[in-house]
């Protein structure tokens, strides 16, 4: 009695206040958000694989079946608990760019150097042993010719018996990854992904670093873009050549993504591959360009950081490049010096090298959503809608495209940045869910030869149509 007598306010009040207090403390964290939701979106009428069986009947399901069946965290509302001190996409992003990962999914690399028709190329770096990495000592004769022996830890050039005998007929799935702007095989976003495709999953994992990334020396004085898919389409025909019998997967992460995304979109029905996994992906470079030049964190950090290893690989690549008259004239008018921005390093140089005018032009014609609707290869999309790279927010990201295309899914989440999704533990919140994904596919889908994709005609995007003579549908 005496205890509650020195109460100065009623009970109910207290109650109030402590419900207020945990009200507010849940809205903190709302608002801070470490918490991630997914918002699935999906196709109207989505594609069915059907797989006939002996007795004539057809099991059918969608991609959306098969994230409900065994993918818990792409599921519509899925919540997941982020590193509470990364607070936005910002956040995220910076903390990717910051901590390298290096000790952690420790991958050992081989090497191809592989020779595009133009007589340029680049490196095809497949996940070997450790013990493979270790215990073959190189020759100068395993390092190509004109390329460094020097080359990054962790991998080795493939020796020239292990090239020559590499060809198989076996069934096993081969994934092949595209790396983000200036980035390579060493990078943590790719590592997370492959350590468990490769380690759970038992699948052949393959990075094609771009013209000039990954120690990579050109042989060409040409480096690349988001809208050049001539060298991923010649190392997913080399890759089909050795392996005509294995079943092949991309993943493409942010430019690497619109690089993949162009490609499914330019060849259509006649793409390679089984499944088409899209991270990050700028969808339209426009937009992203203008919310990163004009944001300020963006402008100020992201856009000059980002530039200042594209202007390395021109210094270090600069006794091929100079061969090529219109770098040289760009470089000579000081150019070089004038580059401080991304946009300043595509108007001089990414776009003039392959015959556009200026930036605006090369990301007009660049961009993956131009050739969206000309995908027929199943694609899931990941994105965030906190990404300041991309130009986060629900209009850099292709949802309404999604509902209009049966072959698109598209995970989107509240928080993660550009290629940040960092979880509470610091590992990469798609590494897992997305490892699962793309093998119950292989299981489901990719490994079986009795399973077809059907979709109805008319549930499918307009595309280019030449119909009496006359281009009809958007132009791609
Ligand atoms: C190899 O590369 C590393 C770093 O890239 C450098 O520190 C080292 O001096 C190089 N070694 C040789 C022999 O060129
Ligand atoms: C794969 O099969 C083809 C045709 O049966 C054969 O010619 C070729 O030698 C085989 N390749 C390997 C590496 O076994
Ligand atoms: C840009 O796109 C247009 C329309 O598709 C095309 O005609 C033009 O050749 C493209 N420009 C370049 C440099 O690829």
Known sequence: MVQVSMLWMPLWAYLMIYGLIIFFFLELILA????????????????????????????????IDLISESVPEFKDGALSLFNPFLINGHAHTMFAGIRKFSRSDKLYFGREIVKFSDGGSASLDRIISYDSYKDVTLTEEDTPKGQTSNISQNTRYLT??????????????????????????????????????????????????????????????QLFNGYWTD?????????????????????????????????????????????????????????SSFCFENDFISSKLYSPIMTVPLKQLLITHFEQ???????????ESGSYDKVYKLKDFDDYFTS?????????????NGSSLNRIFNIRTPTLIINSLDDPIVGGSDIAVPIKETTLHPYL??????????????KWDNTR?????????????????????????VVEEKNLPLVNKVVNGRLVGPFI
């Open 160 to 221: 020239r018996s292990e090239l020559s005998t590499q060809a198989s007929n076996d069934t096993k799935p081969m994934i092949i990854a595209l790396h983000g702007l200036s980035g390579s095989s060493a990078e943590a976003y790719v590592r997370c992904l492959f350590s468990r495709l490769h380690g759970q999953h038992e699948f052949e994992c393959f990075v094609l670093n771009s013209r000039g990334c990954g120690q990579t020396r050109l042989s060409t004085p």
């Open 409 to 422: 899914t598209l995970v989107s989440t509240s928080l993660g940045g550009h290629l940040g999704w960092f």
């Open 32 to 63: 801070y958000s470490c918490i991630n939701r997914v918002t699935l979106v999906k196709a109207d009428k989505p594609i069915e694989f059907s797989s006939s069986s002996d007795d004539g009947k057809a099991e059918k399901f969608t991609l």
């Open 352 to 364: 003039k090298l392959f015959g556009f005018n200026c930036a605006a032009e090369y990301y007009r």
């Open 231 to 287: 060298d991923f389409r010649f190392a997913l025909k080399h890759l089909h050549q050795l392996f005509p019998n294995r079943p092949i997967y991309a993943v493409g992460f942010s430019l690497g993504g619109s690089i993949l995304a162009n490609y499914l979109g330019q060849y259509g029905d006649d793409s390679l591959l089984k499944l088409g996994c899209v991270i990050a992906n700028p969808w339209d470079l426009v937009h």
């Open 321 to 331: 490049l100079k061969e090529n008259p219109i770098f040289m004239e760009a470089y």
């Open 429 to 453: 919140w798609y590494a897992d869910p997305l490892s699962k994904l793309i093998s119950e596919f292989h299981d489901k889908v990719g490994s079986k030869d009795n399973v077809e994709i």
